[in-house]
């Protein structure tokens, strides 16, 4: 599904050097302590019903991917990061983990929903976010929802990483041929809300001829 180019710039997550373990272990604490780790993923299942195939884009451990599938959809993951694939099959083996780079992103297989969360957007390497969005549309069936989430300022994103604004967000989407449906202010329904400030949840769609579905 996936093809690597041997020269591809890094992207800015794998600038920051976090391991998967690293990753794993934090979410793990939080969870711990009572924070709530799944609002992405009831998110979307708020948006279609299973068993909708889903592809957690830049999947990361499988957080949201893991928490789908129990919910019933059929999910598929994708990261680059190695080290962060391998926690998500050994949390859960009996799922479809693949490897690739979003921005190079190429198949024939289409989903009814693709997330990505945990700023991936932001994270993309430096140049390539109109191709990752492109590539991500085109992983969309007819009427599929792309929806991502994503900090707009240093106060929500890693230390280092830069803006991506929601007006080149938005003109990567509309080059990729998707309507926006609705944006939040994060992942809960109810904070919908214009303009975000900080971060923002955004559903675009790929509408196909006679389409009335609405998010």
Known sequence: MTEQPADRPNTRWEELGTTGADYAARFSALAES????????????????????????????????????????????????????????RAAPELEWLIGDLASLAGRRRFDLVVAAGNVIPLLAPGTLTSAVVNLAEALGPDGLLVTGFGLDAGHLPRGCPVTSLADYDAAAESAGLTLRNRYAGWRPDE?????????????????PGSDRRS
């Open 34 to 89: 009572g924070q709530d780790v799944h609002g992405e993923a009831r998110f979307c299942a708020g948006l279609l019903p299973p068993p909708a195939t889903v592809l957690d884009a830049g999947c990361g451990t499988g957080r949201v991917a893991i928490k789908l599938a129990e919910l019933g959809y059929r999910c598929t993951g994708i990261d680059l990061d190695p080290s962060m694939l391998a926690e998500a099959r």
């Open 192 to 208: 919908q809300a214009g303009p975000v400030i900080g971060y923002a949840v955004s559903v675009h769609q790929r509408v196909g």
